[in-house]
């Protein structure tokens, strides 16, 4: 149980252009997803939080206007990179966790997106 | 908010040898650190937690310790097989819903 798909796992898009992401709780309903970006040879970085039916909290440092995230769906997340630019490729991570799944605090990992801008 | 440091951040240990990472945490309130692995390319796989009210939890060859006065944990990993070549990386917990991630250990096994 307690599985997160995600999609595209990869995706190669021009620079200017809008690349979507989802994230899918398979087996759950997850009530608060997250998603996160790694470079290379780096840590996971949170980007934001969101809460079904919410708005998404954002970190510091982190363009809302330009990564747009939808959670309308308790099985459902999506990441738009909005105008991508070269600098914006990375690899994308997107968690998500729920009541009655596992422990309280733990969240369960997509597969990620590794995403790159010509 | 929560600060998680980590290392070292690379780590080369002979097969069968053990292996020993840790993490520091800012938080006096932090109460949950899970370790994970990370193969190139592949997502966080959780292979330990712990929770702030025990000092030690096992499971198999590996282990965690936990020192809230410290505010640093560890992960043990003993018996070392080249399947343990990864980058693990330590977290705390901000606010009761974000992981904050360590900078990452790349462990690699010398057969």
């Known amino acids: 149980g307690a599985v997160v798909s995600q999609h595209p796992s990869w995706v190669i898009c021009k620079s200017g252009t809008s690349v979507k992401i989802e994230c899918r709780s398979l087996?759950?309903?997850?009530?608060?997803m997250f998603w996160y970006r790694q470079f290379p040879k780096q840590s996971l970085m949170l980007m934001a939080t969101?809460?079904?039916?919410?708005?998404?909290?954002?970190e510091q440092g982190v363009e809302k206007d330009k990564f747009l995230i939808n959670h309308a769906s308790l099985t459902l997340s999506t990441l738009t990179v909005t105008s991508a630019h070269p600098e914006d490729s990375s690899f994308y991570i997107c968690?998500?966790?729920?009541?009655?799944?596992?422990?309280?605090?733990?969240?369960?990992f997509g597969p990620g997106t590794r995403l790159t801008v010509l | 908010g929560e600060n998680v440091e980590q290392h070292p951040s690379t780590l080369s240990v002979q097969e069968g040898d053990s292996a020993v990472i840790k993490c520091t945490y800012s938080?006096?309130?932090?109460?949950?650190f899970p370790w994970y692995k990370q193969e190139l390319g592949k997502r966080p796989q959780l292979i330990i937690d712990?929770?702030?009210?025990?000092g030690e939890k096992k499971d198999q060859r590996i282990a965690v310790t936990l020192n809230k006065t410290a505010k640093h944990f560890s992960l043990h990993i003993t018996e070392t097989q080249p399947e343990d070549s990864a980058v693990y990386f330590c977290?705390?917990?901000?606010?009761?819903?974000?992981?904050?991630f360590g900078q990452g250990t790349r462990l690699t096994i010398n057969p």
């Open positions: 968690s998500a966790r729920g009541p009655g799944v596992a422990g309280v605090n733990e969240q369960f």
């Open positions: 087996d759950f309903q997850a009530t608060t």
């Open positions: 969101s809460n079904e039916g919410s708005k998404a909290t954002y």
């Open positions: 938080d006096s309130a932090s109460n949950y």
């Open positions: 712990i929770r702030s009210n025990v």
């Open positions: 977290a705390g917990i901000q606010g009761a819903q974000k992981l904050v």
